[in-house]
Each structure stands twice: as structure tokens, then as C-alpha cells.
Nanobody, 117 residues
Framework: QVQLVESGGGLVQPGGSLRLSCAAT????????MGWHRQTPGNERELVAI???????NYGGPVLGRFTISRDSAKRTVYLQMNNLRPEDTAVYYC???????????WGQGTQVTVST
């Protein structure tokens, strides 16, 4: 069984930083894309950032220049460094992993990030 174990969410003041981590465990074939999406109540899940096995990255417009995605492929772990956080970054952040074989998507359970005074 495949599990994505997320950590690092919490409450932070505007302008602050957080680092999210997500480790893929279990019987999972070679990983291609790893990434983060976020969702607020009543809205669709949106792309935050993704990174391929080759290291190519893609960011959602609202986080460009403030967030940085990275991965440790040997540990099957993806990280999201979030700097200069804004109240509008408040959301549940979901980790996503896509396998190389069959392009199977796996999602984490979500971790809450709240940016507030």
C-alpha cells in the first residue's frame, strides 16, 4: 500500500516561512513527478509546484518567486520551501506523486497552512 506522509504545516504570521515535506512509502514503482497542490473551501484544487525526475520545475503564478520545490529521489521525498507567506496562501496543501509506469497518481491526506496575525 502506498502512503504519502506529509509534515510541516501550521500557523505562521504574514512574511514568515514554512517548509513542507512529503515522503512516499510503500510499494510504489519509480516516481516521475512530485508536487504540491492546495485547496480552499469552495474552490478547486490548484497547482502550487511540481518537479520532475529530471529536476524540471513548474510553479503556479501566485507563488512564483516565493516558493521553491525540491526533491530527494533516493528518499522519495519532496519539499516545499515557502517564504514571504501571505494570508491568501492559507489553504490545505496536498502532496502528489505520479509514477513513471502507468502514470498513477497518489495524493497525501493534506496539511493545513494558515497565514494570519
Amino acid at each position: 500500500q502506498v502512503q504519502l506522509v506529509e509534515s510541516g504545516g501550521g500557523l505562521v504570521q504574514p512574511g514568515g516561512s514554512l517548509r513542507l515535506s512529503c515522503a512516499a512509502t510503500g510499494n510504489i514503482s519509480q516516481v516521475n513527478v512530485m508536487g504540491w497542490h492546495r485547496q480552499t473551501p469552495g474552490n478547486e484544487r490548484e497547482l502550487v509546484a511540481i518537479i520532475t525526475a529530471g529536476g524540471s520545475t513548474n510553479y503556479g503564478g501566485p507563488v512564483l518567486g516565493r516558493f521553491t520545490i525540491s526533491r530527494d529521489s533516493a528518499k522519495r521525498t519532496v519539499y516545499l520551501q515557502m517564504n514571504n507567506l501571505r494570508p491568501e496562501d492559507t489553504a490545505v496543501y496536498y502532496c502528489r506523486v505520479v509514477t513513471q509506469l502507468g502514470a498513477v497518481n497518489y495524493w497525501g491526506q493534506g496539511t493545513q497552512v494558515t497565514v494570519s496575525t
